[in-house]
């Protein structure tokens, strides 16, 4: 990744670590193994691809309960060494960190260096109407999400939505989805995930 030394990049992103993972543990119903975890190595190479010549700042952001910080640190310690920022916050209660992203965003607008902005979420009720504000002051916005858990951010107009498992290599394998808005032409089997007469 792009070393941008004490400067701020021109494309940034904001990964919502505990909302990318809770709506990977809803799709394969069960506690995600780094096997279905996106490999975010593979994400920065693929920003630094997008942002081309243009600086990038990639921030992912963590909500810490008590009892994962241990297990946790070997996480963050690798995602530094990839060029990622973290920004963690403790759990506490129902706390979580979009408001933090939101304010990351603004800050880097404010700045006047924000030229595109990627959201990693599925939370439209957080970030929908932010997002917006920064097309309207002519930020390029980028969602990265899953299209069937993102509501309004796979569907507004304003900004380009990428479906995850759109990004080449980001998953050691297909997720078992039930996505049924995106078909291809000749159909698709869905397997059973339960036992017939049980």
């Known amino acids: 990744m792009n070393d941008i030394g004490g400067s701020m990049g021109r494309h940034v992103l904001v990964w919502d670590a505990p909302n990318i993972d809770m709506t990977v543990a809803n799709i394969i119903d069960g506690k995600p193994t780094s096997r279905e975890r996106p490999d975010l190595d593979v994400l920065g190479r693929w920003l630094v691809t997008r942002a081309g010549e ?43 960190v979009d408001d933090d992203m939101v304010d990351h965003l603004l800050s880097r607008q404010q700045e006047g260096v924000l030229t595109a902005a990627y959201v990693g979420s599925n939370d439209a009720r957080c970030f929908v109407d932010p997002l917006l504000d920064l097309v309207e002051d002519g930020v390029d916005v980028t969602v990265l999400g899953f299209g069937e858990y993102a509501g309004g951010l796979s569907s507004e107009d304003a900004f380009e939505f990428v479906d995850l498992e759109e990004i080449d290599g980001l998953f050691a394998s297909q997720l078992p989805r039930i996505n049924l808005e995106v078909l291809p032409e000749e159909g698709r089997w869905f397997e059973p995930t339960g036992r017939l007469g049980g």
């Open 54 to 96: 243009d600086e990038v700042e990639a921030c992912v952001f963590v909500n810490v309960a008590e009892h994962v910080a241990g297990p946790m640190r070997g996480w963050v310690l690798w995602l530094l060494e990839q060029g990622f920022r973290v920004f963690a916050r403790p759990k506490v209660g129902d706390s979580d």
